[in-house]
């Protein structure tokens, strides 16, 4: 089993930057191909960013394409995500998410596809 903690979260004005983190703990980090989830307010939560177990792979959705990247640092069990160019629109609470036990290269971008959850972070983007 595995623990996520997020944090980088806040308040920032159209067009800046953030980093959000996911820092685990438990079972080795690299066992483990990891996404990052976000929900709006009366919104279903939405799939952002994943990425394969060794970092080799990622996916993002069309709606951050070129402004936000999503890396891992196995040896300090961490997953970040880089925001840039924020819109309005990013405003969520952002969740990591891990799945264990696949092969190196899988991830997915459903939330069924996932069995552990962050509690979330808040990251508002002010006009």
């Known amino acids: 089993q595995v623990q996520l903690v997020e944090s980088g979260g806040g308040l920032v004005q159209a067009g800046g930057s953030l980093r959000l983190s996911c820092a685990a703990s438990g079972r080795p980090f690299s066992a483990y191909a990891m996404a990052w989830f976000r929900q709006a307010p009366g919104e279903e939560r939405d799939f952002v960013a994943a990425i394969s177990r060794s970092g080799s792979t990622t996916d993002y959705s069309d709606s951050v394409k070129g402004r936000l990247t999503i890396s891992r640092d196995n040896a300090k069990n961490t997953m970040y995500l880089q925001m840039n160019n924020l819109k309005p629109e990013d405003t969520a609470v952002y969740y990591c998410?891990?799945?264990?036990?696949?092969?190196?290269?899988?991830?997915?971008?459903?939330?069924?596809?996932?069995?552990?959850w962050g509690q979330g972070t808040q990251v508002t983007v002010s006009s």
């Open positions: 998410a891990a799945a264990a036990g696949y092969r190196t290269s899988y991830y997915s971008t459903l939330e069924s596809g996932y069995d552990y």
